[in-house]
């Protein structure tokens, strides 16, 4: 038996590392979580004594992953370390740091089961598909199959992981659920597109379904042992193809029939669809509007819906009873300050439940990334500063016109929104100089609408905070 233990900072349960423990310990390997300072994680590496440290880790994570290993090694721990997680699939040049001593190069339960046998039985890395590594100081690369064919295969993640803390167990109040892998849509800011590219898989094939009863016969676990409030489907786009959503809908409804939210595309939706999400249990879906310009949309993020159809999905949910929430960004390339508020007056008039306003971050090898390097409205040595919190939430760091006015408006989207007769003075204002009242009330609004798209009570939503606190600062 070998163990992994995975290290973060981040109180969210992640469905990667989930997927892994539940592979690895289905072959009878050991998998803890430790989340906090790195003092607990020291503690934790005495108590457990893992074989192998994992972090699962996004971009702008990459700074802790980088700081903590770095600290392990210089305390004298000689455990190795592999990063796995978007970035690393994105980056696995990553190896060449020093504290690093493996990758994983995309989806990794069949990779880390392999792995851990090896460690287990004291052999060589070197046929494990998607692991680099290091050996007498030479960098090792494996085959890439960056994806899991036939997830069905797959055991259910392992709920369990997380459930050592009690902030996880002591209120599920979601679970968070994956009915597929990958997305068919082309939006230019998104992964997505260039993963479809890398990893040369054909495009017809990029998209894997799980099926629709072993999507249900895990929900039916998880309601029975742990009682969530809600799913949550954190699938891209949860309905691609109707067949699949009509027969989930029909049996979600006989064997589950508690509420849930899911992400839905305003050209990939009809009302009968619409109905058949409502019937089943659904009481609140997100989509995204992006930005209220058509230029934007479309030419920019390559999001080819109209506004017509934003409106028209809109008024459905409105007349059957489906709560909604949009997704919106601004701060875009080429966009300007009459274009950022168009994505007000949008959301003003569908009137949503709740939204979410992010600053557009321009993720390394996108195609909007690239498109904006070939602009020249970044360069290259700016993707260095995306790790920083200030780069993630509060300052774009595009160079183009209107950009401070944008982002100013960004940060007063609620009350722009909620106060409309007020539209004047907060046009006046963006132009003030960014400070830090701006801030305050941007990280208010977000609060708040994290509050209503989690349905949390205002306790859990202060623990939410506190215990995430850090990563804002
Ligand atoms: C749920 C989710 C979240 C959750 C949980 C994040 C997580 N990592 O699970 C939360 C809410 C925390 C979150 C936050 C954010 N997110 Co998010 N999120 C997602 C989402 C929708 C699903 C992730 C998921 O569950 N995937 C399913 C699992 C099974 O896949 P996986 O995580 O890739 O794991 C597999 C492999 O990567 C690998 N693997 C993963 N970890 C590890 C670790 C080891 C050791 C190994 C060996 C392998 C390995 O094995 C796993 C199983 O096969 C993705 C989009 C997507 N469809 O993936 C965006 C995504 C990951 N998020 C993204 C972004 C941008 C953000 C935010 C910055 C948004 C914002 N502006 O606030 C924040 C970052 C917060 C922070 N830390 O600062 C981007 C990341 C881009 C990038 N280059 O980093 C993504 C890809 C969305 C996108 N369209 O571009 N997010
Ligand atoms: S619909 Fe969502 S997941 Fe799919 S490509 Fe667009 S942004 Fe990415």
């Not at 109905?275 to 089943?280: Q, V």
């Not at 659904?282 to 159809?309: A, W």
């Amino acid at each position: 038996m070998a163990t992994l233990l995975f290290l973060d900072e981040l109180w969210y349960e992640k469905l990667g590392p989930m997927y892994i423990s539940a592979a690895i310990k289905a072959h009878g390997h050991k998998c803890i979580i430790s989340i906090g300072r790195f003092d607990d994680f020291r503690r934790d590496i005495e108590v457990f004594r893992p074989d192998l440290i994992g972090f699962s880790a996004m971009t702008m994570e990459m700074n802790f992953v980088r700081k903590t290993s770095s600290r392990l090694k210089r305390s004298g721990i000689k455990t190795p370390i592999i990063v796995g997680g978007i970035h690393a699939t994105f980056f696995p040049e990553i190896i060449e740091d020093e504290n690093i001593d493996l990758v994983c190069v995309g989806e990794a339960e069949t990779s880390m089961t392999i792995l851990l046998d090896k460690i287990d039985k004291k052999e060589s890395f070197w046929d494990v598909p998607n692991i680099w590594f290091k050996e007498n100081g030479k960098i090792v690369k494996n085959q890439i199959n960056y994806f899991e064919q036939n997830l069905d295969n797959l055991p259910f993640p392992d709920r369990e992981l997380y459930r050592r803390y009690k902030y996880f167990r002591k209120n599920i109040y979601f679970a968070p659920v994956m009915t597929k892998r990958g997305c068919p849509f082309e939006c230019s800011y998104c992964f997505n597109v260039s993963l479809k590219e890398i990893s040369n898989w054909p495009k017809k094939h990029y998209v894997r379904y799980r099926s629709v009863d072993n999507v249900i016969a895990e929900l039916e676990i998880i309601k029975k042992k742990y009682h969530p409030k809600y799913f949550l489907f954190q699938d891209g786009t949860f309905v691609i193809n109707d067949e699949w959503t009509f027969d989930f809908c029909r049996k979600y409804k006989e064997k589950i029939s508690i509420p849930f939210t899911c992400h839905i595309r305003p050209e990939r939706i009809s009302e009968n669809l619409i109905i058949a999400l409502k019937t089943a249990g659904c009481d609140l879906v997100k989509f995204g509007i992006e930005s209220g310009s058509q230029r934007i949309r479309s030419d920019i993020l390559n999001r080819k819906v109209k506004d017509d159809q934003i409106i028209r999905m809109a008024n459905w949910l409105r007349k059957n009873g489906i709560k909604f929430y949009t997704f919106n960004m601004m701060g875009l390339p080429t966009e300007t300050f009459v274009e950022a508020w168009r994505t007000i007056e949008l959301n003003r008039k569908i009137k949503p439940y709740a939204y979410a306003f992010d600053l557009y971050i321009p993720y390394p090898k996108t195609k909007l990334a690239n498109f904006s390097l070939e602009k020249k409205i970044i360069k290259e040595e700016d993707f260095n500063k995306l790790h920083l919190p200030k780069y993630n939430m509060y300052q774009s760091i595009l160079r183009q016109a209107e950009i401070d006015r944008v982002v100013n408006l960004l940060k007063l989207y609620w009350p722009s929104i909620k106060f409309s007769f007020l539209s004047n003075f907060w046009k006046e204002i963006t132009k003030l100089p960014p400070n830090f009242l701006f801030d305050f009330i941007y990280n208010f609004s977000i609060a708040w609408q994290h509050r209503k798209d989690c349905r949390l009570s205002i306790f859990r939503l202060i623990a939410v905070i506190i215990k995430n606190f850090k990563i804002f600062k």
